[in-house]
């Protein structure tokens, strides 16, 4: 499967804003966006380009850029959730922000099982997830309201998830979600709306309609 396995904090850097891909470090002063880092390989040539005036279509690509490479995407896959969005009742933005939010490894991310969507990506692909008691592997996976998900036994003891956990009671959880960290158990409570999604709030999905729709 194909991956993205280059600097995770240069991809933050290159959209100037923070995409939470290394968990804690993104959340602490070592975060290259805290110290007001620019863009990677930046010298006189790069600012000079960035006088410039910015065309619609590098804005499009940049918010298409950015959400993509927020939930650990590649271009395909990103595409073919843009293509169900399309096809689904209502606006096509919203509707593939909310598919994207109802990602497994998302969701396991937002229970606070994993420190980021990478990691929890890796706990989806390792067997280390259920879904309604049944292990699921495969990150891309959609859930429904009143689906429950939980860690395996044979992976609860493992030391990042019990850390990851300590976020919960620093910053509670969804309103769309319940958690049970003592049994690592979860329950999704609702479908989120988009206007749900606080992180998001500066997102402009409708950029990445304009752009996948020229």
């Known amino acids: 499967m194909a991956r993205n396995i280059g600097p995770q904090c240069r991809l933050c850097r290159q959209e100037e804003v923070k995409l939470f891909l290394k968990g804690d470090r993104c959340k602490s002063d070592k975060c290259p966006i805290t110290k007001r880092r ?25 918010e298409k850029q950015k959400v993509k490479r927020m939930y650990g995407m590649l271009e395909k896959q990103f595409r073919i959730f843009f293509t169900r969005a399309q096809r689904l009742k209502g606006v096509t933005g919203e509707n593939l922000i909310v598919m994207l939010e109802r990602r497994l490894d998302n969701m396991v991310y937002r229970m606070h099982f994993a420190p980021s969507r990478k990691a929890a990506r890796q706990l989806v692909l390792h067997g280390h997830v259920r879904v309604n008691g049944k292990k699921v592997g495969i990150a891309s996976y959609l859930v429904r309201e009143g689906d429950e998900i939980d860690i395996r036994e044979p992976a609860k003891k493992i030391v990042a998830i019990k850390d990851s956990l300590k976020e919960l009671s620093r910053s509670g959880v969804s309103p ?28 402009r999905e409708q950029l990445i309609v304009e752009l996948y729709s020229k």
């Open 38 to 62: 620019g863009k990677p390989g930046e010298g006189l040539r790069g600012l000079r380009l960035r006088n410039k005036k910015a065309s619609d279509y590098s804005f499009q690509l940049r």
């Open 176 to 203: 769309w979600l319940e958690v049970d960290p003592d049994r690592l158990w979860g329950k999704v409570r609702g479908v989120p709306r988009r206007a749900d999604i606080p992180d998001l709030a500066d997102i």
